[in-house]
């Protein structure tokens, strides 16, 4: 077996997974738990009389939960009038009663948030995960768990849910008949237990460290043999979450929950075991064999075993003096103080929950002269509920519905750096231009005000190249209802002259699958420049390579995308699946641009005296 393969099975290992029908028959024994709203004890006897009772497990920072909280006030409103009795539950080790009631409050919930201490509670009814429900019949027997419905997902959000779980049950236990479903799998954060809880799961994935040091060392091996034989924040954790995570997850970022200190890391280390494993964290979905990027995010081999081995040990600190400072994050701008400041004309208001239709806004810069533009940074209004920023360039006499023809100009997404160009390189904004704000919020189970804004740097000197963001696109296409693989190609036009290519941004939407840029050289010899082999709409990233790449002159650029449009799509409905799907600007609709930023020189004027 060779050692990558060795290295994969063992952290990749887990046990049976518990059957999603646990306990669903068996008759829940009473317990009594504070309510944080008030500080009064509430009981589970204390809903005697009730038609059914839904206990539904939350937590504080978890986004899916935050998301189905509307969805529950909901379904409260809905069945309190037909005798049912709602209690949340928070079984998180690491938030205490005040932080609980703060978070209620903050959603408006409207039935009582009970603290679970130790996690008692779900221990005993098996419950892994936030967003799980266990409905209760008058006599307080299971007669359904799991998800709520299935809108929400890990990464993926659906216009509306498929199946509605929670609300079907209801509906049979109410009248008396036994639910369809009786059981469901639940996407959720996993419960933080306490490590001195006797009643905590073992974890699923236990690597010795010794074999992965071994392993890791066949693969690299200037790996010190002895760095994974006690793995300690102080030492080895908090450089990792300082390089590869902090950056979102930080107060005020897009991340749902800060990952600054030892306590914050601790109450999420389960969540984090699980998103390293399965690599959802940190977001990356270029294929390592192709392409070298300045804002790679992976974790090496040993930096994912770093963290796996970590949690399995039991999450320990190690000596706090050790632990790096702090980061210097910056306030504001990045890259300091702009020079003119655009805003979208007025606050747009985020709902609560479900899927918001991209919204476009348009801002005239009122310039009367060409300017040429050095860096341009895109900055949410509130960073929480903004999915991605792409800000075009409208000339004058363009018309908005036009928007896929318009010259992107800089763009924003969780993570990534603003456009800032070297000495030299600018890019040119003509007299009368506009800006067109493209807007892509994702609710968070808040109503919020979101005013966007890009700040804008001019040239401090007679730029020699001008930087232009290409797309390479197709926008004839039909995917097939139901079809899981349709591809769809799209080619450049041959570069006139030797051209340095900077970077890429490949754009779809929801049934976007893969994208693959491939330069087809003048000789007929092709090259494979950026493959995004799981393309996730949840985490759109520039692709900036480390040193630019010449492309010969005559060379072009193939572009080749596939959709799922079938409903194994998680993103989907069947309604969804069943239509086939055109070109357009919205979530529903598809797009297929394969962005590039390319520079070419600018001429000198000519010399009106012909000298």
Same mark, same amino acid.
């Not at 999603?20 to 809903?47: C, E, H, M, W, Y």
């Given at each position: 077996?060779?050692?990558?393969?060795?290295?994969?099975?063992?952290?990749?290992?887990?046990?049976?997974?518990?059957?999603?029908?646990?306990?669903?028959?068996?008759?829940?024994?009473?317990?009594?738990?504070?309510?944080?709203?008030?500080g009064k004890p509430i009981g589970l006897r204390d809903q005697a009389g009730h038609a059914a009772t839904v206990l539904v497990f939350t937590g504080v920072e978890c986004p899916i939960g935050d998301l189905y909280l509307p969805r529950l006030i909901e379904l409260h409103q809905t069945y309190a009038p037909r005798g049912v009795a709602f209690l949340a539950l928070n079984s998180n080790a690491g938030d205490d009663e005040p932080t609980v009631?703060?978070?209620?409050?903050?959603?408006?919930?409207?039935?009582?948030?009970?603290?679970?201490?130790?996690?008692?509670?779900?221990?005993?009814?098996?419950?892994?995960?936030?967003?799980?429900?266990?409905?209760?019949?008058?006599?307080?027997?299971?007669?359904?768990?799991?998800?709520?419905?299935?809108?929400?997902?890990?990464?993926?959000?659906?216009?509306?849910?498929?199946?509605?779980?929670?609300?079907?049950?209801?509906?049979?236990?109410?009248?008396?008949?036994?639910?369809?479903?009786?059981?469901?799998?639940?996407?959720?954060?996993?419960?933080?237990?306490?490590?001195?809880?006797?009643?905590?799961?073992?974890?699923?994935?236990?690597?010795?460290?010794?074999?992965?040091?071994?392993?890791?060392?066949?693969?690299?091996?200037?790996?010190?043999?002895?760095?994974?034989?006690?793995?300690?924040?102080?030492?080895?954790?908090?450089?990792?979450?300082?390089?590869?995570?902090?950056?979102?997850?930080?107060?005020?970022?897009?991340?749902?929950?800060?990952?600054?200190?030892?306590?914050?890391?601790?109450?999420?280390?389960?969540?984090?075991?699980?998103?390293?494993?399965?690599?959802?964290?940190?977001?990356?979905?270029?294929?390592?064999?192709?392409?070298?990027?300045?804002?790679?995010?992976?974790?090496?081999?040993?930096?994912?075993?770093?963290?796996?081995?970590?949690?399995?040990?039991?999450?320990?600190?190690?000596?706090?003096?050790?632990?790096?400072?702090?980061?210097?994050?910056?306030?504001?701008?990045?890259?300091?103080?702009?020079?003119?400041?655009?805003?979208?004309?007025?606050?747009?208001?985020?709902?609560?929950?479900? %899927? /918001?239709?991209?919204?476009?806004?348009?801002?005239?810069?009122?310039? =009367?002269?060409? !300017?040429? #533009?050095? +860096? @341009? $940074?895109?900055?949410?209004?509130?960073?929480? %509920? /903004?999915?991605?920023?792409?800000?075009?360039?409208?000339?004058?006499? =363009?018309?908005? !519905?036009? #928007?896929? +023809? @318009? $010259?992107?100009?800089?763009?924003?997404?969780?993570?990534?750096?603003?456009?800032?160009?070297?000495?030299?390189?600018?890019?040119?904004?003509?007299?009368?231009?506009?800006?067109?704000?493209?807007?892509?919020?994702?609710?968070?189970?808040?109503?919020?005000?979101?005013?966007?804004?890009?700040?804008?740097?001019?040239?401090?000197?007679?730029?020699?190249?001008?930087?232009?963001?290409?797309?390479?696109?197709?926008?004839?296409?039909?995917?097939?209802?139901?079809?899981?693989?349709?591809?769809?190609?799209?080619?450049?036009?041959?570069?006139?002259?030797?051209?340095?290519?900077?970077?890429?941004?490949?754009?779809?939407?929801?049934?976007?699958?893969?994208?693959?840029?491939?330069?087809?050289?003048?000789?007929?010899?092709?090259?494979?420049?950026?493959?995004?082999?799981?393309?996730?709409?949840?985490?759109?990233?520039?692709?900036?390579?480390?040193?630019?790449?010449?492309?010969?002159?005559?060379?072009?650029?193939?572009?080749?995308?596939?959709?799922?449009?079938?409903?194994?799509?998680?993103?989907?409905?069947?309604?969804?699946?069943?239509?086939?799907?055109?070109?357009?600007?919205?979530?529903?609709?598809?797009?297929?641009?394969?962005?590039?930023?390319?520079?070419?020189?600018?001429?000198?004027?000519?010399?009106?005296?012909?000298?």
């Amino acid at each position: 077996m060779s050692a990558c393969l060795a290295l994969i099975l063992l952290l990749a290992a887990p046990e049976d997974p518990p059957a999603l029908d646990r306990l669903v028959g068996s008759a829940v024994p009473d317990f009594t738990l504070t309510n944080t709203l008030d500080g009064k004890p509430i009981g589970l006897r204390d809903q005697a009389g009730h038609a059914a009772t839904v206990l539904v497990f939350t937590g504080v920072e978890c986004p899916i939960g935050d998301l189905y909280l509307p969805r529950l006030i909901e379904l409260h409103q809905t069945y309190a009038p037909r005798g049912v009795a709602f209690l949340a539950l928070n079984s998180n080790a690491g938030d205490d009663e005040p932080t609980v009631a703060h978070h209620a409050r903050q959603f408006g919930l409207t039935f009582p948030v009970l603290k679970d201490h130790d996690g008692a509670i779900a221990s005993r009814l098996q419950v892994e995960r936030t967003c799980e429900v266990i409905l209760l019949d008058a006599q307080n027997r299971i007669r359904y768990r799991g998800a709520i419905d299935d809108q929400y997902g890990y990464g993926t959000r659906r216009r509306n849910p498929v199946h509605h779980y929670l609300r079907d049950a209801l509906d049979a236990v109410l009248d008396g008949r036994e639910p369809d479903t009786t059981a469901s799998s639940v996407a959720g954060c996993p419960i933080d237990r306490s490590a001195t809880n006797p009643a905590r799961p073992a974890p699923r994935i236990r690597p010795a460290a010794d074999s992965i040091v071994e392993a890791l060392r066949q693969i690299e091996p200037d790996i010190d043999p002895d760095s994974l034989g006690s793995v300690t924040y102080a030492d080895h954790v908090a450089p990792i979450l300082r390089q590869h995570c902090q950056s979102c997850h930080r107060p005020g970022q897009v991340g749902p929950f800060p990952l600054l200190t030892y306590d914050d890391a601790r109450r999420h280390a389960d969540g984090i075991h699980e998103v390293v494993e399965s690599r959802r964290m940190p977001p990356w979905h270029a294929d390592p064999r192709y392409g070298q990027f300045a804002n790679d995010r992976r974790l090496s081999a040993h930096q994912r075993a770093t963290l796996l081995a970590w949690v399995e040990q039991g999450a320990p600190r190690g000596d706090a003096r050790r632990e790096p400072p702090p980061a210097d994050w910056p306030e504001g701008w990045t890259i300091g103080t702009p020079d003119l400041v655009f805003e979208i004309p007025e606050p747009f208001i985020v709902p609560a929950d479900g %899927v /918001v239709p991209y919204q476009h806004f348009e801002v005239p810069t009122g310039f =009367t002269e060409d !300017r040429w #533009i050095q +860096a @341009l $940074e895109p900055q949410p209004g509130d960073r929480s %509920v /903004v999915h991605h920023i792409i800000v075009y360039l409208k000339p004058p006499g =363009t018309r908005l !519905r036009e #928007i896929d +023809a @318009l $010259e992107h100009l800089a763009g924003y997404a969780p993570g990534d750096m603003p456009t800032a160009l070297p000495d030299g390189i600018a890019k040119r904004i003509p007299a009368g231009s506009s800006l067109v704000f493209q807007l892509h919020y994702t609710p968070t189970g808040k109503v919020r005000r979101d005013q966007s804004r890009v700040g804008i740097w001019f040239a401090r000197s007679e730029p020699k190249y001008r930087a232009r963001t290409v797309p390479v696109l197709n926008s004839k296409f039909t995917i097939p209802a139901g079809d899981p693989n349709h591809e769809v190609r799209a080619t450049s036009r041959p570069v006139p002259r030797d051209t340095p290519l900077l970077g890429f941004f490949p754009h779809m939407h929801l049934r976007g699958k893969d994208f693959t840029y491939t330069a087809v050289y003048p000789d007929g010899s092709r090259e494979i420049l950026l493959s995004v082999p799981r393309y996730d709409f949840a985490w759109q990233s520039y692709y900036w390579l480390k040193e630019p790449k010449i492309l010969p002159k005559g060379t072009r650029l193939d572009c080749v995308a596939h959709f799922d449009n079938s409903t194994a799509n998680p993103a989907l409905t069947e309604q969804d699946a069943s239509k086939p799907v055109r070109w357009g600007d919205q979530t529903w609709e598809e797009m297929m641009i394969g962005y590039v930023d390319l520079l070419e020189p600018i001429e000198p004027p000519a010399d009106p005296a012909g000298e």
